[in-house]
């Protein structure tokens, strides 16, 4: 009988490169993640007009990738636009 993963949101940043580096930082602690895209494709230099990406981790490890989040962004290896989702 297969487990069912319950994935949730944890953080959401409308920079592509933020959520690159989340997707790493989630693989090489070996929390799987799920980047979803919302939102239309703008041509436009504006943060707020670019696609908002979701971070989405397995339930259970939640409070392991806010702290891996929140401390990238502390040392400055992705940006302080993105917002971490409700709890």
């Known amino acids: 009988m297969a487990t069912r993963i319950n ?7 409308h920079c592509e490169f933020d959520a690159s580096v989340i997707e790493t930082l989630m693989e090489d602690r070996n929390i799987h993640c799920s ?14 007009d670019m696609p908002e990406k979701i971070i989405l981790v397995e339930e259970d490890k939640a409070d392991s990738a806010r702290k891996i989040i929140n401390n990238a962004i502390r ?8 917002r971490f989702a409700a709890v």
């Open 7 to 13: 994935f949730v949101e944890v953080y959401s940043a």
């Open 35 to 48: 980047i979803r895209t919302f939102g239309m494709l703008r041509f436009s230099v504006d943060p707020v």
């Open 75 to 82: 040392n400055g290896v992705i940006s302080k636009e993105g």
